[in-house]
């Protein structure tokens, strides 16, 4: 089974930039398109971003222009570069194989002044 482990998060002031990491067990990880999602208090949980195995990505709009992610195929780690953060951005942050029920733990991201 493989495990995925966030790193990275914590407390940022508005304006702020923070990157967060995922990186995945097994030797897979160049196959599968990683996702990135958040889930604030009290609300569901939503898309962030999405990179394909070849690198293409796609951005929710509260994302777009903002965050980047991107992939170190071998570090076998996914990248959430966050910038311009905002309150509302305060989320756990999750990674997940796109594809598949497997997820991370979550990292919690905290901006707030």
């Known amino acids: 089974q493989v495990q995925l482990v966030e790193s990275g998060g914590g407390l940022v002031q508005p304006g702020g930039s923070l990157r967060v990491s995922c990186v995945a067990s097994?030797?897979?990880?160049?196959?599968?398109?990683m996702a990135w999602y958040r889930q604030a208090p009290g609300k569901q949980r939503e898309l962030v971003a999405i990179?394909?195995?070849?690198?293409?990505?796609t951005y929710a709009n509260s994302a777009k222009g903002r965050f980047t992610i991107s992939r170190d195929d071998a570090k076998s780690t996914v990248y959430l570069q966050m910038n311009n953060l905002k309150p509302e951005d305060t989320a756990v942050y999750y990674c997940?194989?796109?594809?598949?029920?497997?997820w991370g733990q979550g990292t919690l991201v905290t901006v707030s002044s």
């Open positions: 997940k194989i796109a594809q598949s029920g497997i």
């Open positions: 097994g030797r897979m990880f160049s196959t599968y398109a």
């Open positions: 990179i394909s195995n070849r690198g293409a990505t």
